[in-house]
Nanobody, 115 residues
Framework: QVQLVESGGGLVQAGGSMRLSCAAS????????MGWYRQAPGKQRELVAT??????NYADSVQGRFTVSRDNTNDTVYLDMNNLKPEDTAVYYC??????????WGQGTQVTVSS
């Protein structure tokens, strides 16, 4: 089992920056991919960014503005978000996938970008 605890989120003006953090605990040795998804009201959950030993992967909509990183010493993944736009407003979910394709999700944290 893996537990994910997110922090960060809140309200920011357009053009601003914000950092999200997600600390994993439990069977973190099984980690293959960690990252972030988001879900805006009335929309499906979508990939934001992920990181693995193979590198990073970003949605086109955030490429160049967001950076995902991982600290292996404390099993934490970060999402640094710059030049935020109102369309980035969503609930952001931490994501963890094992080598056996088992998935875990955080509880979600609200990010609201005002225009």
């Amino acid at each position: 089992q893996v537990q994910l605890v997110e922090s960060g989120g809140g309200l920011v003006q357009a053009g601003g920056s914000m950092r999200l953090s997600c600390a994993a605990s439990g069977s973190t040795f099984s980690m293959h991919i960690m990252g972030w998804y988001r879900q805006a009201p009335g929309k499906q959950r979508e990939l934001v960014a992920t990181v693995s030993k193979g590198g990073e992967n970003y949605a086109d909509s955030v490429q160049g503005r967001f950076t995902v990183s991982r600290d292996n010493t404390n099993d934490t993944v970060y999402l640094d978000m710059n030049n935020l736009k109102p369309e980035d407003t969503a609930v952001y979910y931490c994501y963890f996938r094992t080598w056996m394709f088992k998935e875990y999700w955080g509880q979600g944290t609200q990010v609201t970008v005002s225009s």
